[in-house]
């Protein structure tokens, strides 16, 4: 019915014009696409997916959009032009983000940001839309940022790596401009002057073979005329309707200045800085801009059927269907997929400069963030400390009248309550913590077998909450759970003042033990989901299960302590960081774990 009603919008607001479902480019059906009521007849279709979808910002400069995966902070979106200081906005706040996943053949990165309750995307596999359906890209807003159709369905691309760099004024030149195609490539243009043109090419023929070889797409083309040089003659077999047709083609040299990309960007239409290497993808005809991938495609229901990831050409974007993302998340929120290791050395000084304020940006970003929480947490102490006081004084105030009272009735002459000094408690010397510290390797062991048996115990957690399920919601980052973390971090960090740790430290250090719990469940959830069967358990999560995390909490909490003073030791700290990556199965995490044992 939603469809339905949707039609009839878009035939009434459009009425009258002949190119509204022709699978064409003339002028009107371009502008059709830009017609302001056209476009607001389409934001009841964007809109569940627009609540999920973000602004992704490098350096503070809009990159791309995200869509949101994780209630807890997680964003996928788009990872090629993710160099520079990272941050995403939801709404109107802006907050620090993390790569700490990346799928380099589908350009995906897996963002961390510190937030919560917040709405993930719901997908629906693309496999099942047809060609020539309509579909729109959300975006933060309203409104959808782009209109199109599908062009070609979700197809396997046979790259065999990405587009070698050539000397675009030594390569050879055919002279057309290439859109993706069955079997080939479909000529959008043709060059005046070219090859193409004396050959006698014509837009829409399809080439289906170059000099006897076949390819797949623009990119195979490229890669392929990529390895011959001006003055080659070359056959290429063309489809023209239901015809084949050979043409002997002499190569020319590509003129100065003439490349795709400057064609295309002068057309009116900026195209991505990645455009190759891509092993499945969706084709439609929406203008994408490069800033607005990484965010959501969605059929006519308002369903979730990829991500936007390329506009290739002027006419073609391409997007990562939703039957390839779903099963990449899990593992690019796990660390199995981390973000490649950057070689200083064998980048530009002017690159260096930009990582290097990257890394300043996000440490001052944490800094003002950790200074908010600081004063946040003053503020609440402060508060208890005067509840407290207020209480007790009445409390006192109580018990005096009530003593009162009782020595009249006895008629005996009143004695003044005196209330005895409290006396501190005698110093007991700790031998096992003069050890530790003495030994920070005793404490190094200790901290690493409580975390990881902090993590093992997550598969009895999520079999508990498994067995307590209601409709299927058993996602780890609930309302509930996001609760329960808030308070147990007050009362770690209160803990940790009493053991010399800072808030920072502790907050930090125990974050990336929740992270690692809820991937944990996350990756059992989705296993049992897929129909595996699920573990069974005996113990209850409230009188069995959380006792025992409590108390490893305050085994790691303990042997922090311990274990900080001697940090400054690089070889300690890289046996810290390797043995914390083992114990919590994740490089990405055991980096922040460091971080946050850095913290005074």
């Known amino acids: 019915m939603k469809r339905f009603l949707l039609s009839v919008a878009l035939f009434a607001t459009l009425v009258g014009s002949s190119s509204l479902f022709a699978q064409t480019r003339d002028p009107a059906a371009e502008f059709t696409r830009r017609n302001k009521k056209f476009i607001e007849a389409f934001k ?53 983000a993390q790569i700490v996943g990346v799928n380099q053949p589908h350009d995906l990165a897996m963002l961390k940001i510190d937030a919560t309750d917040l709405k993930p995307i719901d997908f629906k596999d693309a496999g099942k839309t047809e060609v020539g359906s309509w579909v729109a890209c959300a975006g933060p807003a309203d409104e959808p940022v ?108 590509r003129p100065a200045g003439d490349n795709r990309g400057d064609i295309q960007n002068r057309m009116g239409s900026e195209l991505s800085s990645r455009r190759s ?18 965010g ?29 993302v779903k099963p990449l998340l899990v593992d690019l929120m796990s660390g199995k997929m981390p973000p490649p290791k950057l070689d200083l ?48 004084a009445k409390a006192r105030e109580a018990k005096a009248k009530e003593a009162a009272k009782k020595t009249e009735k006895k008629e005996e002459p009143k004695k003044e309550l005196k209330e005895e000094p409290k006396k501190a408690a005698p110093k007991v010397p700790n031998p096992d913590k003069e050890k530790a510290q003495a030994n920070p390797s005793a ?11 902090r993590l093992a115990l997550m598969d009895d957690v999520a079999a508990a909450k498994w067995k307590t399920r209601v409709d299927g ?41 929740m992270d690692a719990a809820k991937a944990r469940q996350r990756v059992l959830f989705e296993k049992w989901k897929a129909g595996e069967p699920a573990l069974k358990t005996d113990l209850d999560l409230v009188k069995d299960l959380r006792p ?7 085994t790691i909490l303990q042997s922090l302590a311990r274990l900080q003073p001697a940090m400054s030791d690089s070889n300690l700290r890289d046996q810290f960081r390797r043995r914390t990556a083992e114990a919590l199965r994740n490089e990405a995490l055991a980096d922040m774990a460091v971080d946050a044992l850095a913290q005074r």
């Open 548 to 554: 025992r995390i409590d108390s490893l909490n305050s």
């Open 146 to 253: 782009a209109i199109g159709v599908v062009s070609v369905g979700s197809r396997n691309i046979l790259n065999k790596g990405p587009i070698p760099k050539v000397d675009l004024a030594k390569s050879a030149y055919l002279g057309v401009a290439l859109e993706a195609a069955d079997g080939g490539a479909k000529v959008g243009q043709i060059m005046p002057n070219t090859p193409a043109q004396r050959a006698g090419l014509k837009a829409n023929d399809v080439i289906v073979m170059f000099d006897g070889k076949k390819f797949e797409g623009p990119e195979g083309f490229m890669s392929l005329i990529s390895g011959y040089k001006p003055g080659d003659e070359v056959v290429v077999a063309v489809k023209r309707g239901d015809e084949i047709l050979e043409r002997k083609v002499m190569l020319e040299r």
């Open 277 to 294: 290497g891509y092993p499945t993808i969706l084709q439609h005809d929406s203008i994408v801009k490069p800033s607005d991938c990484g």
């Open 473 to 513: 919601n058993v996602a780890p980052g609930s309302a509930l759970d996001g609760a329960r973390e808030k308070i147990m971090l007050e009362v770690l960090v209160e803990g940790g003042k009493e053991v010399g740790l800072s808030e920072n430290c502790v907050r930090k250090f125990f974050a990336v033990q």
């Open 345 to 392: 050395s064998k980048i530009s000084a002017t690159d260096r400069l930009i990582y290097a304020k990257a890394d300043v940006e996000q440490a001052e970003a944490a800094k003002k963030r950790a200074e908010q929480k600081l004063e946040e947490a003053r503020q609440t102490l402060k508060k208890a400390e005067t509840e407290v006081k207020e209480a007790e």
């Open 44 to 96: 009841p279709v964007v809109a569940p997916a627009t609540n999920s979808t973000v602004r992704v910002l490098v350096d503070n400069k809009d990159a791309a959009l995200g869509v949101i995966v994780g209630p807890d902070g997680w964003i996928l979106t788009k990872a090629n032009d993710l160099i520079g200081a990272v941050s995403v906005k939801i709404r109107d706040k802006s907050y620090p």
């Open 443 to 453: 404490a190094l062991d200790t901290l690493v077998a409580a975390m990881r048996d």
């Open 296 to 324: 959501p495609i969605v059929d006519l229901d308002g369903k979730v059927i990829g991500i936007n990831i390329c506009r290739a050409g002027r006419t073609e974007s391409w997007a990562v269907p939703a039957e390839i």
